[in-house]
Nanobody
Framework: QVQLAESGGGLVQAGGSLRLSCAASGRTFSNYAMGWFRQAPGKEREFVATINWSGGITSYADSVKGRFTISRDNAKNTVYLQMNSVKPEDTAVYYC?????????????????WGQGTQVTVSS
């Protein structure tokens, strides 16, 4: 079992920056690839970014490529999402998730463990 807890959400103006954190506990963090997903009101949860166990491989949704950066610190059992040049359409609840095996994946149904989410609101 892995417990995940997101933090860092809040209200930010368009064009600004925000950094989300996700602290993991319960199992060896480096055994898991990690991902960030988001869900806006009335929409399905969608993939944002993923990172493999070592941090050497990342992948992003086209909508955030060049603006968001995923990273991890295995010594701190934490994964981050740096959000730059945010837009109103980035407004959503952001979730981190863990997939066993260490290989990064964009597939939502591969993720076993999920956090409770953190709200990000971007004002225009």
């Amino acid at each position: 079992q892995v417990q995940l807890a997101e933090s860092g959400g809040g209200l930010v103006q368009a064009g600004g920056s925000l950094r989300l954190s996700c602290a993991a506990s319960g199992r060896t963090f480096s055994n898991y690839a990690m991902g960030w997903f988001r869900q806006a009101p009335g929409k399905e949860r969608e993939f944002v970014a993923t990172i493999n166990w070592s941090g050497g491989i990342t992948s992003y949704a086209d909508s955030v490529k060049g603006r968001f950066t995923i990273s991890r610190d295995n010594a701190k059992n934490t994964v981050y999402l740096q959000m730059n040049s945010v837009k109103p359409e980035d407004t959503a609840v952001y979730y981190c998730a863990a997939v066993l095996g260490g290989t990064a994946t964009t597939k939502k149904n591969m993720y076993l463990y999920w956090g409770q989410g953190t709200q990000v609101t971007v004002s225009s």
